[in-house]
């Protein structure tokens, strides 16, 4: 008889976004005549702008014919895209071609490059946090066993965010090797500015911790004073890795394509206290477990870069902006205290007083025929405040705060 590996045992039953799939389609088959609108998970809506298209159309006749037929592609990505990235995204941080890896996503990156971590490693995650980041660690052994009482896993170092510390992480008190940051937050919407993040570069560089920088969410950025990658920051390229996306700038959530920036000048120890280069081990580790993503899908990524393209992605990301507008000054209007929706596609509110974030969501559903995401969800910290995405239409994201005023205003 097989033996699985017990560290799954110790994960919540499901995964959040999927009990609040499976909530939403119950009280969707036992009231098929409500219209429900989802501003759950951040999933976009907006179709695949041209540019983007018209490039993978161009991929699509390419493959088909003798010349342009494309086998295994390198399993890092191709040139021209990685070339592209690091010319723009990363123009004057000194980031090079052969530090990016392309990737069908970024919750795999975030979820796959713990292979690299040793299995005693002690992990930092602010609190509330992307579930993913909690959930790789414990299926890869590095937590104790979760306690109900107070949420939260054995061995698990939480930083706590929210309005008491204006959802500014404090530096954790036990020594972490790996840090996990996400800025623009998911879940709160929140962002740092250089300085605070800069205090966590020097912590890691002081304590030879790693950070692991979710940059998904940065064109939401608006301020000008708020970094868009890590590399900003003096110093982060000896102890950041970096995770993008192409989901949310451009709409990708179905289409897959992401990358991760693993500076060669980031390296870990072996147990014999030798340093290992970090690019070397997710180089090893990308050629070994994956074949790339698809060339049809990378040229797309590519025109993102393009004049026309960046064009068009801009007024998509306006479009969801404005939408964050709506539902943060709307709820405000209907009395609901709100955070981040500013420079982030997601708004942070606190739930009525009296109610759990579970109950908001179940009175929210039931009552308003809306759908959010529990802050409890996201972690202990969480509890008591609730998140709505910006990626839903207009009409509907007018039309959720206009139920749910009419539900909880005054
Ligand atoms: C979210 O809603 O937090 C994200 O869409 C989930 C993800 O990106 O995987």
């Known amino acids: 008889m097989f033996y699985i590996n017990e560290n799954f045992l110790n994960l919540q039953d499901s995964y959040l976004f999927s009990t609040i799939a499976k909530k939403v389609a119950e009280f969707q088959q036992n009231n098929p005549d409500k219209k429900v609108i989802k501003l759950?998970?951040?999933?976009?809506?907006?179709?695949?702008?041209?540019?983007?298209?018209?490039?993978?159309?161009?991929?699509?006749?390419?493959?088909?014919?003798a010349e342009g037929f494309k086998g295994y592609g390198p399993e890092?990505?191709?040139?021209?895209?990685?070339?592209?990235?690091?010319?723009?995204?990363?123009?004057?941080?000194?980031?090079?071609?052969?530090?990016?890896?392309?990737?069908?996503?970024?919750?795999?990156?975030?979820?796959?490059?713990?292979?690299?971590?040793d299995s005693e490693s002690k992990i930092a995650i602010t609190d509330p946090v992307y579930p993913v980041y909690l959930?790789?660690?414990?299926m890869g052994g590095r937590s104790g066993k979760f306690n109900k009482d107070t949420g939260k896993y054995e061995n698990i170092i939480y930083m706590p965010v929210s309005s008491e510390n204006n959802f500014v992480p404090e530096l954790p008190l036990i020594t972490p090797d790996v840090i996990y940051l996400c800025f623009p937050n998911n879940p709160t919407g929140t962002v740092l500015t250089k300085q605070q993040l800069k205090k966590f570069v020097d912590y890691a560089k002081e304590n030879k911790s790693i950070i692991l920088f979710d940059a998904a969410y940065e064109?939401?950025?608006?301020d000008e004073n708020i970094p868009h990658s890590i590399y900003e920051v003096e110093g982060a390229k000896d102890v950041a890795i970096e995770f993008r996306s192409f989901s949310k700038t451009a709409g990708f959530t179905g289409v897959r394509c992401a990358f991760a920036v693993v500076p060669k000048t980031v390296y870990g120890l072996s147990k014999s206290e030798e340093k290992i280069s970090l690019n070397k081990l997710w180089n090893r580790r990308t050629t070994t477990k994956f074949n790339g993503a698809s060339y049809i899908v990378q040229r797309g990524a590519e025109a993102v870069y393009s004049e026309e393209g960046r064009k068009q992605i801009r007024e998509n990301i306006e479009y969801y902006r404005e939408n964050a507008k709506i539902i943060k000054e709307g709820l405000e209007k209907a009395g609901f205290t709100v955070f981040g929706g500013v420079n982030s596609p997601y708004i942070w509110l606190k739930v009525p007083e009296g109610l759990t974030s579970w109950e908001f969501f179940d009175e929210l559903l039931s009552k308003a025929n809306v759908v959010g995401t529990p802050g409890s969800g996201f972690g202990p910290s969480g509890e008591g405040y609730f998140r709505l995405t910006s990626f839903g239409t207009k009409e509907n994201s007018i039309e959720a705060i206009r139920r749910i005023t009419e539900v909880f205003g005054g």
């Open 135 to 138: 959930d790789t660690n414990v």
């Open 219 to 222: 064109a939401f950025i608006q």
């Open 76 to 117: 890092q990505g191709y040139d021209f895209l990685r070339k592209v990235i690091a010319e723009n995204d990363y123009k004057g941080l000194g980031i090079e071609p052969d530090e990016i890896f392309v990737s069908d996503g970024a919750k795999c990156d975030c979820g796959n490059i713990v292979d690299l971590f």
């Open 40 to 65: 759950g998970i951040g999933d976009v809506t907006k179709p695949i702008v041209p540019a983007v298209c018209d490039a993978m159309k161009k991929a699509v006749d390419e493959i088909g014919t």
